[in-house]
């Protein structure tokens, strides 16, 4: 079974900094784009950063120069840092992947994988 599994959360700070990590295990193939999203309390679920197989990122707005989001293909890993947090970065930030998975010999499945999330708090 192919799953991602965060770590890296915590309580830091306005000012300070964390490093998310998201790791994919199971049978895969090949992982195409990684993401973050983070959704807080009452708000809707909303992109934070994106990297594709190749490299390419893209950012939301409003954390554009504070974070930056990056991957290891070998580990199969992507990551977040964050730096000069706010209090409204806190959150729930979940990793978000297109995975290939090997299911058999010659047999490939596409999923959209999402992590369980980890919880960013960030104090005034």
């Known amino acids: 079974q192919v799953q991602l599994v965060e770590s890296g959360g915590g309580l830091v700070q306005a000012g300070g900094s964390l490093r998310l990590s998201c790791v994919a295990s199971?049978?895969?193939?090949?992982?195409?784009?990684m993401a973050w999203y983070r959704q807080a309390p009452g708000k809707q679920r909303e992109l934070v950063a994106a990297i594709t197989s190749g490299g390419s990122t893209n950012y939301a707005d409003s954390v554009k120069g504070r974070f930056t989001i990056s991957r290891d293909n070998a580990k199969s890993t992507v990551y977040l840092q964050m730096n000069s947090l706010k209090p409204e970065d806190t959150a729930v930030y979940y990793c978000n992947a297109g995975v290939i998975e090997r299911t058999m010999p010659a047999a490939y499945k596409n999923l959209e994988l999402w992590g369980q999330g980890t919880l960013v708090t960030v104090s005034s």
């Open positions: 199971g049978s895969i193939f090949s992982i195409n784009f």
